[in-house]
Structures are given as structure tokens and as C-alpha cells.
């Protein structure tokens, strides 16, 4: 298995709501990411996990959440979220052994805060 | 400090034609340099990367890039193009102080007329 799945595909929210990302992969990469991408515009590197592990936060607001249940999984938790949070969010992961390791992307999920 | 520059906010081709896509970098040492395709509504492919070793570097679906040290340059070449090949496509460099973060260049859009 090759592919790195994320749910939902799409997600639109209240900004008083919580609601929850998924990301899976089987490839038994130790690194996990979280990007942010605007329209047209590249992704924006949001967190890091390698070995279940954070290891990157790129000055994030508290209102996401990251986790990391196993080597497998990766979610991440948003509440109370602005109209500008609306983006495809983008998980990736990458054997992460040495730095010339590709990144695998999944499909995105497509967030809309009203 | 590290970047990568795409000059070309857009280039267009006829189907057929050899297509170019620029990517400078600046980084000090030597660059891991990648190249990412992004289809509308979807995440980003992987299509090729350098690390070392041969300067031209053969990827997916037909494409190449040929890096150049001397001109810090690592364009993406297809010898014929397609209309399928019409996409968002991202150059990137390792970053040199944190091997999991990867720098993007802005992207450059592809239009593959008939």
C-alpha cells in the first residue's frame, strides 16, 4: 500500500465547532506532516511527527491540534477556527531516514469555516 | 537563506512540444532538490528528485530535470507534451538546519493546449 488516506474530503464548520482530520498510511514511514494550502499557492508546513513524536511546530495557533495515536495515524483536532483557516489541508509522510526521502501526500481535505 | 524561485508564474505549450519548467535554488552545500506535481482538488505527486549522481534525473510519466550547480538551476523537461499534463507543478529544496522540512518554490502552472 502507497497511499497516504485522509478523511473527511470535504469539511465545512462553525467557528464554534470542533471537528477532526484524519490521516492514514501503511508504508511504515517514522515521519508524519500537516500542511495548510491556500489556493494556488504552495503547502505551509504546519507540524511534524517522527517516531510519534512532535518535532516541528511552525507557530501554529492553538485552535489545531495535532496527535499522533500510533505510527500509522495522524489527526488533527481543530476548534474554534477563523473564516481565513478555510484551506486544503494536506498530510504527508516520508521514511524520514535520510533527508533525500520523497514526501507521499494524501489527497487533502478541503475545510470551509463559516 | 534557503529558496527556491520559479520565475514563470505560468507556462504554456502546445501538445506535442518539448516543455520546460524553471526552478532556481539557493542553498549553501549541496541541494536535494524535488520536483511535485499538484492536479486540481488533489494533493501533490511526487515526480523526481536529485541527491547526487547523475545530473539528469528521470521521473514519472516522461518528465526529467537536469541539475546544474553552476547555475543553481532544476528545470523540469518533457520531451513531448501532453494535455494531461496540465497541472500546478512545484520545484522544492531540503531544508539544509532540519532535513524534515522541505522549501517551496511558489509553483508554476502548466497549460497543455491541443
Not at chain 1, 497511499?3 to 482530520?21: A, F, I, W, Y
Not at chain 2, 514563470?8 to 539557493?26: F, I, M, R, W
Amino acid at each position: 500500500d502507497t497511499e497516504v488516506t485522509q478523511t473527511p474530503k470535504h469539511l465545512v464548520m462553525g467557528m464554534t465547532n470542533k471537528k477532526s482530520l484524519k490521516c492514514e498510511q501503511h508504508m511504515g514511514h517514522r515521519a508524519m506532516y500537516w500542511y495548510k494550502q491556500k489556493a494556488k499557492k504552495p503547502p505551509e508546513l504546519m507540524f511534524v511527527y517522527s517516531y510519534e513524536k512532535l518535532s516541528i511546530n511552525e507557530s501554529v495557533p492553538s485552535r489545531f491540534s495535532p496527535e499522533c495515536p500510533n505510527s500509522s495515524l495522524l489527526n488533527l483536532h481543530l476548534h474554534a477556527l477563523q473564516p481565513e483557516d478555510s484551506a486544503l489541508y494536506l498530510c504527508a509522510s516520508s521514511q524520514g531516514l535520510q533527508g533525500g526521502d520523497e514526501q507521499f501526500f494524501g489527497p487533502g481535505t478541503r475545510l470551509t469555516v463559516l | 537563506a534557503q529558496s527556491v524561485a520559479q520565475p514563470e508564474d505560468q507556462v504554456n505549450v502546445a501538445e506535442g512540444n518539448p516543455l520546460t519548467v524553471k526552478c532556481t535554488y539557493s542553498v549553501s552545500g549541496n541541494p536535494y532538490l524535488f520536483w511535485y506535481v499538484q492536479y486540481p482538488n488533489r494533493g501533490l505527486q511526487f515526480l523526481l528528485k536529485y541527491i547526487t549522481g547523475d545530473n539528469l534525473v528521470k521521473g514519472s510519466y516522461g518528465f526529467e530535470a537536469e541539475f546544474n550547480k553552476s547555475q543553481t538551476s532544476f528545470h523540469l523537461k518533457k520531451p513531448s507534451a501532453l494535455v494531461s499534463d496540465s497541472a500546478l507543478y512545484f520545484c522544492a529544496v531540503r531544508d539544509m538546519y532540519n532535513t524534515d522540512k522541505l522549501i517551496f518554490g511558489t509553483g508554476t502552472r502548466l497549460q497543455v493546449f491541443p
